[in-house]
């Protein structure tokens, strides 16, 4: 994904600044510069400025920028496919996982068992204090 984007960000700044230079080329190609500041008609003291690129130069950049957008489509076209080995320990793991989950759940169902058992003790012990004290209180109750 981040190839993908990576590729269109290039291909749009790349095409930016193709443009830029086409469009300098067409402004700078019927200016004139002059010396002193002084705008002379003579043919040989006239001046265009270079600011644009060959041909060659463009299409060498277009058939560049095909080869990019081609390396960008390719993997994208693809269908996403796992190696026969990955995916093999991919499902290994996921049978540990689901083996690790079923024992947490029977140790949790066991814990809450013992918890339960321990609150019924606790209970059980409470009451016998109490019969053991009322006991003991009816019989030196004088």
């Known amino acids: 994904m981040m190839t993908l984007v990576m590729g269109v960000v290039t291909v749009i700044r ?32 006239h001046q265009v400025a270079l600011h644009s690129i060959s041909k060659a130069e463009f299409f060498a950049i277009m058939k560049r920028m095909g080869e990019l957008e081609g390396k960008v489509i390719a993997p994208s076209a693809k269908p996403a496919e796992m190696p026969p080995k990955k995916e093999e320990m991919l499902n290994l793991a996921l049978g540990k996982v689901d083996a690790l989950e079923l024992e947490l759940s029977a140790t949790k169902e066991a814990l809450d068992e013992s918890l339960q058992k321990h609150a019924e003790l606790i209970a059980y012990v409470e009451k016998k204090k109490k019969k053991k004290k009322r006991r003991l209180s009816a019989i030196f109750h004088w």
């Open 14 to 45: 790349l095409t930016s600044n193709i443009t830029r230079k086409i469009t300098d080329a067409t402004l700078y190609s019927t200016s004139v510069l002059c010396d002193g500041g002084m705008l002379k008609n003579n043919a040989t003291t």
